[in-house]
């Protein structure tokens, strides 16, 4: 005996399928591109740039020092606000797609016509 073949997605599912897709693709873009942000300051800032910044001062302490004691962390503050504001931009296209899919079809319950 053969088994019947498994049941096709429906259209609707196949388009949540896709529209979730592109919903961690965006998630994990946005994850990169703010945590290399976050890595450049960071970096750049706080060691490489050091030497220069420091020519500037903040408060009494000189401006390499300062970021990197402090700098990345309030960054890194912002960039947790970049994103909340950039994900809730998405989740609402998101939304918006899934209200635009038709409705599954209602199907009876079986015993019921």
């Keep these: 005996m053969s088994n019947p073949p498994p049941p096709q997605p ?13 919903y961690w693709r965006a998630n994990v873009t946005v994850v990169g591109i703010l945590l290399a942000l976050w890595a450049a300051v ?3 800032a706080g060691i490489l740039f050091a030497d220069t910044l420091s020519a500037f001062s903040i408060g009494g302490a000189p401006l390499g020092f300062w970021m990197a004691q402090q700098g990345s962390i309030a960054v890194f503050v912002v960039l947790i606000l ?12 998101l939304q918006r ?3 635009a899919l038709p409705d599954a079809e ?4 079986a015993g019921e016509s």
């Design 97 to 99: 797609e899934f209200d």
């Design 42 to 44: 960071s970096l750049g």
């Design 82 to 93: 970049v994103y909340a504001l950039v994900m809730n931009a998405v989740d609402r296209r």
């Design 10 to 22: 429906s259209p609707r599912d196949a388009a949540l399928r896709e529209a979730r897709k592109r």
């Design 106 to 109: 209602e199907t009876p319950p």
